[in-house]
């Protein structure tokens, strides 16, 4: 079965400082993984995907991650923290079906991001 | 292009009542998905549809929760009767893409007293 572990329930950071959101996967060998963004209130906003292209995935408001098969990782980063990136994230996994893992789309349990000015 | 859109937001009942969720998607998307999420964790798989069809059921209780998609479009999902630990965000999502990226609606979010 799949599975997905973000191994962090809370990060802080100071504003204008790095972000790192750790997620580790299990799946099949050719898995999509996805970051979600929800905002208090808000439906839950897609920030980035891996497909089996590029290891590096560039998503919106200055967000990446690297998909890394050896680690079984897909880390969420940013350069520089803004007040307006305080939410809850959530890693997903989804395999490629049958021996290569679920089509259903797996999440995390989400890591509190909270920023301090 | 329209996004998936649920009502109602917001639901307050008392346990034993019944609550009805609908969901429409986003126009030409197979695939829907209904998810659980109860405060501080994540979305829960209840359900998912592929067109009119049931993919997955397997972590819905049956024994209070249905789930329908009569016409290959908007869905419901029925809690009946319900009970405290039913207190949760109601995720509804929808997918056309093979990548299965999800998009959601605001989700409905249920209070039983």
């Known amino acids: 079965a799949q599975s997905v572990t973000q191994l962090d329930s809370h990060v802080s950071v100071s504003e204008g400082t790095p972000v790192l959101l750790r997620c580790n996967y299990s799946s099949s060998y050719s898995p999509s993984l996805f970051w979600y963004v929800q905002h208090p209130n808000k439906g839950l906003q897609l920030l980035l995907k891996?497909?089996?292209?590029?290891?590096l995935v560039k998503g919106i408001n200055g967000f990446e991650a690297e998909f890394k098969k050896s680690e079984t990782s897909f880390h969420l980063t940013k350069p520089s923290a803004h007040m307006s990136d305080a939410a809850e994230y959530f890693c997903?996994?989804?395999?490629?079906?049958?021996?290569?893992?679920?089509?259903?789309?797996?999440f995390g349990r989400g890591t509190s991001l909270i920023v301090h000015p | 292009e329209a996004g998936v859109a649920q009502s109602p937001r917001y639901k307050i009942i008392e346990k034993r009542q019944s609550v009805a969720f609908w969901c429409n998607p986003i126009s030409g998307h197979a695939t829907l998905y209904w998810y659980q999420q109860i405060l501080g964790q994540g979305p829960k798989l209840l359900i998912q549809?592929?067109?009119?069809?049931?993919?997955?059921d397997s972590q819905l209780p049956k024994d209070r929760f249905s789930a329908e998609r009569l016409k290959g479009v908007d869905s419901t999902l029925k809690i009946q009767p319900a009970k405290l630990e039913d207190s949760a965000v109601y995720l509804c999502a929808s997918t056309g893409t093979n990548t299965g990226e999800l998009f959601f609606g605001e989700g409905s979010r249920l209070t039983v007293l």
């Open positions: 997903v996994v989804r395999g490629g079906g049958g021996s290569g893992g679920s089509y259903i789309p797996t």
């Open positions: 891996y497909t089996s292209a590029a290891t």
């Open positions: 549809f592929q067109n009119n069809g049931v993919v997955d």
